[in-house]
T-cell receptor, first 115, second 115 residues
Framework: LAKTTQPISMDSYEGQEVNITCSHN???????ITWYQQFPSQGPRFIIQ???TKVTNEVASLFIPADRKSSTLSLPRVSLSDTAVYYC????????????????FGAGTRLAVHP | KAGVTQTPRYLIKTRGQQVTLSCSPI?????VSWYQQTPGQGLQFLFE???????NKGNFPGRFSGRQFSNSRSEMNVSTLELGDSALYLC??????????????FGDGTRLSIL
């Protein structure tokens, strides 16, 4: 199973860059790395997804080293509204299920942004 | 484009009752997955449906069941409710079966409280 490990919590201040690192030592060759954001009483929201090197979109960047055993979500200039739980996921590809996966969520990282 | 819609948003039941939750995926999405979220266990995968067939199942008792209709809408049912079933039930949809490479889009969930 491609289990992920993230810090339980992080604190930051408005305007700072936040980097959240996720470890996934057993990532499979074809697996992608996906990050979600969740606010209280809402469903997780897709942030970014990548396979290797670097991916950037309008809200975040994702850095993946060559060995792909970890990844770092980078949030530039965070604001109070970025206070949320961030989940790192790696697809679990099971041969028994015919290649279909079930997403395994870890505990996530609780990010608190302070004024 | 409308997002994933879950109904009802809130539900209160008593022990021993049964409940049916509904999920309408994003238009064009054919895969629907269900998750249970509790403070103690976090986000846990329940099952996934694609083309009206259950493709994957998590480690939940048989009291938890689901189905998918030809229009991709899905329902999940929990029978003989227990206090521990109190949770936020989330539905997610994607174009194809969740492969870890297909971002899933979540609804805001149904908050089920068991008295």
């Amino acid at each position: 199973l491609a289990k992920t490990t993230q810090p339980i919590s992080m604190d930051s201040y408005e305007g700072q860059e936040v980097n959240i690192t996720c470890s996934h030592n057993n990532i499979a060759t074809n697996d992608y790395i996906t990050w979600y954001q969740q606010f209280p009483s809402q469903g997780p929201r897709f942030i970014i997804q990548g396979y290797k090197t670097k991916v950037t979109n309008e809200v975040a960047s994702l850095f993946i080293p060559a060995d792909r055993k970890s990844s770092t979500l980078s949030l530039p200039r965070v604001s109070l509204s970025d206070t949320a739980v961030y989940y790192c996921l790696v697809g679990d590809r099971s041969a028994r299920s015919g290649g279909y996966n079930k997403l395994i969520f870890g505990a996530g990282t609780r990010l608190a942004v302070h004024p | 484009k409308a997002g994933v819609t879950q109904t009802p948003r809130y539900l209160i039941k008593t022990r021993g009752q049964q409940v049916t939750l509904s999920c309408s995926p994003i238009s064009g999405h054919r895969s629907v997955s269900w998750y249970q979220q509790t403070p103690g266990q976090g986000l846990q995968f329940l099952f996934e449906y694609f083309s009206e067939t259950q493709r994957n199942k998590g480690n939940f008792p048989g009291r938890f069941s689901g189905r998918q209709f030809s229009n991709s809408r899905s329902e999940m049912n929990v029978s003989t409710l227990e206090l521990g079933d109190s949770a936020l039930y989330l539905c997610a949809s994607s174009l194809e079966p969740s492969s870890g490479n297909q971002p899933q889009h979540f609804g805001d969930g149904t908050r089920l409280s068991i008295l």
